[in-house]
């Protein structure tokens, strides 16, 4: 929503038996609920075939008007755990 | 023919001694439903990348009393050089899951350094940059049950919290083996050290400010000494008081991190022959003093925007004043604001003799942001 603060990622992915997860599932929203000690889980691949999945990930980001000027930045950890 | 017949007895009589053997002992059996969730992936190669475990199994077996677990991380890994100082009991939370749900939860057990009591589990690391951590039941109660999940956080993911100390994280992007052994039962978990395990992300904001005004030309009409008259925008110009009339509108918005002012100058009312209309200052009176000249302006904000009190015509304070040539704030705000909307009065009173002409000023209003 063009004019209101937000930043959101969603996924896409391709290959294998991988899926995104809700909300990040979406065509056209994007969420973001982690922070920087609490993950979120974007994907999971409930069978361990090895055969590879592909995510593609999109960041969407609006200001407000009164959004300060500065430079923003942020940091995005990915991590993967294999449940064997 | 006699040998193969001695061999088959003594086989035989082995398999005999093997189950006597174990029939007194619990067999092992491999861990199962096995993960470490990292709080990191990347490796140490070019900064120091520390993370946080959670360990998670299922012991088909159980651990008993007085059994330990033992987790070994592969050389790489490094547990004496966190910041925080080397990994320690307090490090180490565990919690022990009757029911196995996939989830790190179940009954916290009591940590310690050394000598546990029965209800109690030590917690040392040893070996190489203390890549083995030794669980020791302590007794009857510090113990899993079979097929109880187990889950084992090691870092900043404990409620030591932030002063926790962590694994450092292997130099080399690439597999690694950690090994578990839970009493009688074993397993490894394989995690994956990859180069860069962080995306950064990065944007800009410029500075940004807008103003405009509604319209650029207002008027009185006749005015009047026995009656306040307000400026409008629209022909017939002027409006009769003592109601005030709005006579047009501002608009600002800007994000400086400070906010904006607003100025006005200009000189006031004056004719074409040098006459003027006094400027005034009125404190708290609608339509001023009729029969006596004043010319004076009053600003509305719309939302946050704060107005100078001496221009605070909002009701019931209806103030205004005017300034001659002297370029003067009226209005501000201190944080970053959205669209503003404030709204300009012009008041004007004339007494019996003031000169008749057509009286006019132009009034120059700008808007700085302050970033």
């Known amino acids: 929503m063009a004019g209101t603060e937000q930043f959101g990622i969603r996924a896409t992915y391709s290959g294998g038996d991988g899926a995104v997860l809700a909300p990040y599932n979406d065509n056209v929203k994007y969420a973001y609920s982690a922070s920087e000690n609490t993950p979120a889980v974007l994907a999971v691949d409930l069978n361990g075939n090895d055969v590879s999945t592909m995510y593609s990930i999109y960041y969407l980001a609006n200001i407000s008007g009164n959004t300060e000027q500065s430079e923003y930045s942020t940091y995005i950890t990915f991590t993967i755990t294999g449940n064997f | ?371």
């Open chain 2, 1 to 371: 023919m006699k040998t193969i017949k001695n061999t088959l007895k003594i086989l035989s009589l082995t398999a005999v001694l093997i189950c006597i053997f174990h029939a007194g002992k619990v067999l092992a059996a491999p861990l199962t439903s096995k993960s470490d969730s990292m709080s990191r992936l990347g490796n140490s190669t070019t900064e120091a990348v520390y993370s946080d475990h959670t360990i998670q199994f299922v012991t088909p077996t159980g651990v008993s009393s007085g059994q330990t677990i033992v987790i070994t991380f592969p050389s790489g890994f490094n547990g004496a050089t966190h910041p925080n100082g080397a990994l320690d009991f307090s490090d180490v939370n565990v919690f022990v899951n009757a029911v196995p749900d996939g989830t790190c939860g179940g009954t916290q057990q009591d940590i310690v350094s050394a000598a546990p009591t029965a209800s109690q589990w030590s917690a040392v690391f040893s070996g190489a940059d203390n890549t083995v951590l030794t669980l020791t039941s302590g007794g009857a109660t510090a113990v899993a049950g079979a097929n109880s999940e187990v889950c084992i956080k090691i870092g900043q993911n404990t409620t030591t919290g932030t002063t926790a100390s962590q694994y450092l994280n292997p130099t080399t992007s690439g597999s690694y083996t950690i090994s578990i052994v839970a009493g009688d039962d074993s397993g490894d978990i394989v995690t994956r050290i990859i180069d860069n395990d962080r995306v950064t992300i990065t944007a800009h904001v410029t500075e940004t400010i807008t103003f405009s005004l509604s319209d650029y030309e207002v008027g009185f009409g006749n005015l009047n000494p026995t009656g306040a008259r307000f400026a409008t925008g629209s022909e017939p110009y002027g409006a009769d008081g003592p109601t005030s009339v709005v006579a047009h509108t501002m608009s600002v918005s800007t994000n400086g991190s400070s906010g904006y002012e607003i100025t006005y100058i200009g000189n006031t009312l004056t004719s074409g022959a040098g006459d003027t209309i006094d400027a005034a200052t009125i404190t708290g009176d609608e339509d001023g003093t009729p029969g006596t000249e004043q010319f004076a302006i009053g600003f509305v904000a719309g939302t946050d925007a704060t107005v100078v009190p001496a221009y605070n015509q909002a009701n019931p304070t209806f103030n205004y004043s005017f300034v001659p040539n002297v370029e003067t704030p009226f209005v501000y705000e201190t944080a970053p604001s959205d669209t503003e909307i404030v709204s300009a009065y012009y008041l004007a009173n004339i007494s019996g003799v003031t000169p008749a002409g057509l009286y006019s000023t132009s009034l120059t209003y700008v808007a700085t942001a302050n970033f």
